[in-house]
């Protein structure tokens, strides 16, 4: 019956204390800021597993090439080991959490002699096993374990956007390196062309159909062209060194692509729901530390309560008492204590203040994160249209610009109405055109790896 009263009685005091947020799991707060009610609605929204933020890295980045040095990057960046290596250590620490619910066990055997007055030695022993084990009637362990869990979370949320910046990063410098290839092969063709422009102008001098200012003035043209290739070979090899350090690797020559394809469906950046912010790992992991702040919160309310901790200890012994018998004799002991504190109220108090305000912090960081998120989405989303918009009207410059160079070398080489600087500027117009492509088509390609981190980088 006593057994029955003390059971009903710890499960009142329980009760009592339920209304407190010592027991509680963490809950979203939507209703503290309209940015969160916003967030929070979006969640329940379910998005097509086929849409931008859940396709994986190789449905994006299709270049077989560069799909193999992603590879290698994820096997081999030291960052990404330690963002693993972090998880493990917030697995370890949630079992030791999920662990504290147990009796703690231990074997403490002892022993001795003792001789008084020249009498014969006796020997004493004891070999007792304890045992110790907390009730978590003031959910202090389970705010630890809760806390424990969020934190593991959070760590995974962090290794998977270490995974998203080093892929991302590496498709970045690798793209850069393409357009920087293609730049390079582009001036070196035009300087084969100003080359024999200047073989000719030698030629229409000689022959008198033109003077020695249009001479000097396409070698100079020449000049400034194959200047800018050494300009071009420096940065070439700054970006292999940069992507031999995402690699792990030594600085080496990595090959790229001469396909300039680029292509994606329209319907993966036609619009991007808030509910996809979600999917971003650093909005995720912001929202975890908003939880783990909680529970902390909660661990520091439950220092104002007592501790009711029940141990045990039992074991072989021959001293009983004062007295030594052999042979020895089993032995029991219980014992139960419960301790509350009194004088340590201050600095529980003050313990309590600090949590208060570390999750605060925790909440206005969440806050910040998703508005971030959402600015990130967009600027990606308008800038991967808006480059793609403009690519069509370098196309069409760029034909026309073709045919201009084309018509006026004919006028220059066959008739006196057209002069060396018409050729001259209808030239260097075309050649502007085309590099202009080229780097609009690298910013597509930036706008896109934006876009795709912007949303979190695949799942």
Known sequence: MKKILIYCGAATLALAFSSCHIYKKYELPKNESPIIEAYADALEFKADSTTLPYLGWQEIFQDPILQGYILRALENNKDLDNARLNVDIANAQLKGAKLSYFPSLSLNPNGGAASYAGSRMNWSYTLPAAASWEIDIFAKILNKKRGAKVYKEEMEDYRQAVQSQIVCGVANVYYSLVMLHQQLDLTTRTSEIWKEQVESMELLKAAGRTNE?????????????????????NSIN????????????YPNEWKVTNDLTFTIPDELISGIPISYLATRPDVRASERALAYAYYNTNSARTNFYPSLVISAQGGFTNLLGSLIKNPGEWFVQLAGSLVAPIFSRGANIATLEVAKAQQKQAFNNFEYAVLTASADVSDALVAFNKCSEQYKYLQLQVEELEKSVEYTNELFM???????LEVLTARSSLLSAQLSELSNWHERAAALISLYQAVGGGR
């Open 238 to 249: 700054q970006l292999q060194n940069t992507l031999s350090l995402l690699l792990n690797d």
């Open 414 to 420: 066959y008739n006196q109405t057209t002069t060396y």
């Open 213 to 233: 200012a249009a001479v000097v003035q396409s070698r100079a043209n020449y000049y400034n062209i194959m200047g800018t290739i050494p300009v071009l070979e």
